[in-house]
């Protein structure tokens, strides 16, 4: 019996078939490691499929009924495999040879680190950050995720000035991402409420509830087409973003904390409405909104959860705040 391998890679696939081409090639020339490769297609309507059975037969696909998104693909994708260890990876990036190496020396080395990026720079401007990740995301107390070479839309050109900062970050981008599939599955895996963006903090912050740590490991580089599956200024992301920002924040402080900090959060919200009624961004305002309308109309799924994240928690939210 074929032994399984150490590692499962986690593709979640909507239509592209270039840009996956692009990606399994150059997975498999920038690692000598034996991998366990795992497309979950969300139901895409072009050629994908056949073109991995024709040039990538050993990838094992995983056909879905209909587009569970980037969390449900994932989760399709954890679920399918035995592999100690799974790496959840975009369609849509190349890869320098031996990163994924460092990944896993970084998970051997120490026991309490949960999840491990690589640095992600931008495919289209090959010497700068990519906006989904850069050297490692972090967040503040008001659930607005940045990273390290990205604040808002400033994006910066690696000089590599994040290279020698500690390891520890708030949240690895899903962009890419390798991580230790039991304790993913103890922390409940990706929440698939939110379908897409935000999920991965959502998850990494289960996870530093329960007492595990994030790390980027800037030896380690990939390069990212940002935004080819869904632009930045599509709507249905700009809404995404803000609910699930709101979601999250509204579920994973305790109590007494998530009320102290609710109004003011509230306050950044509807001051971001105004910029953009001011700006005539109505797509933004729009999103702003209706994200605002969702959290209204759900509270069961809120209640849901906070119970949920109070099972899970080990870790005091002074000990988070530290973090933020």
């Known amino acids: 019996m074929t032994p399984v391998p150490e590692i499962a890679v986690i593709i979640p696939h909507y239509n592209g078939v270039e840009i996956l081409r692009d990606c399994l090639r150059s997975l498999y020339d920038s690692t000598q490691l034996?991998?366990?490769?795992?497309?979950?297609?969300?139901?895409?309507?072009?050629?994908?499929?056949?073109?991995?059975?024709?040039?990538?037969?050993?990838?094992?696909?995983?056909?879905?009924?209909?587009?569970?998104?980037?969390?449900?693909?994932?989760?399709?994708?954890?679920?399918?495999?035995?592999?100690?260890?799974?790496?959840?990876?975009?369609?849509?990036?190349?890869?320098?040879?031996?990163?994924?190496?460092?990944?896993?020396?970084?998970?051997?080395?120490?026991?309490?680190?949960?999840?491990?990026?690589?640095?992600?720079?931008?495919?289209?401007?090959?010497?700068?950050?990519?906006?989904?990740g850069a050297a490692g995301g972090e967040m503040d107390i008001f659930g607005f995720p940045f990273a390290r070479g990205r604040i808002f839309e400033n994006i910066e050109i690696d000089n590599g000035q994040y290279d020698d900062l500690p390891a520890r970050i708030f949240w690895a981008s899903g962009t890419a991402f390798l991580a230790r599939r039991e304790l993913l599955l103890n922390a409940g895996l990706f929440d698939e409420t939110f379908f897409a963006h935000m999920e991965e903090i959502d998850l990494q912050w289960r996870l530093q509830l329960i007492g595990y740590k994030i790390t980027v490991e800037p030896r380690a580089v990939i390069w990212h087409r940002s935004g080819?599956?869904?632009?930045?200024?599509?709507?249905?992301?700009?809404?995404?973003?803000?609910?699930?920002?709101?979601?999250?924040?509204?579920?994973?402080?305790?109590?007494?904390?998530?009320?102290?900090?609710?109004?003011?959060?509230?306050?950044?919200?509807?001051?971001?409405l105004g910029f953009s009624l001011v700006k005539l961004d109505f797509g933004r305002a729009g999103a702003i909104l209706k994200a605002h309308g969702w959290i209204l109309i759900h509270p069961g799924i809120i209640h849901n959860r906070r119970r949920q994240v109070k099972a899970l928690r080990r870790v005091p939210d002074s000990q988070i705040i530290e973090r933020l």
Not at 57 to 85: D, E, K, M, W, Y
Not at 234 to 248: C, E, I, T, V
Not at 252 to 263: D, E, G, I, Q, V
């Open 34 to 132: 034996p991998l366990e490769v795992i497309l979950v297609d969300n139901a895409s309507t072009d050629d994908s499929a056949k073109m991995v059975r024709a040039e990538f037969p050993t990838v094992r696909i995983l056909p879905q009924s209909h587009n569970l998104g980037f969390a449900g693909g994932c989760n399709a994708g954890i679920r399918a495999t035995q592999a100690p260890f799974v790496l959840i990876l975009n369609n849509d990036t190349i890869h320098q040879p031996g990163w994924l190496e460092l990944l896993l020396d970084k998970l051997h080395s120490d026991p309490e680190v949960a999840v491990v990026q690589p640095k992600i720079l931008s495919w289209q401007k090959r010497d700068q950050f990519d906006y989904s």
């Open 228 to 272: 080819f599956t869904l632009g930045a200024e599509a709507p249905l992301k700009k809404y995404l973003n803000h609910r699930n920002s709101l979601l999250m924040f509204l579920t994973n402080y305790k109590p007494l904390l998530t009320a102290y900090l609710l109004p003011i959060r509230i306050l950044l919200d509807w001051m971001a």
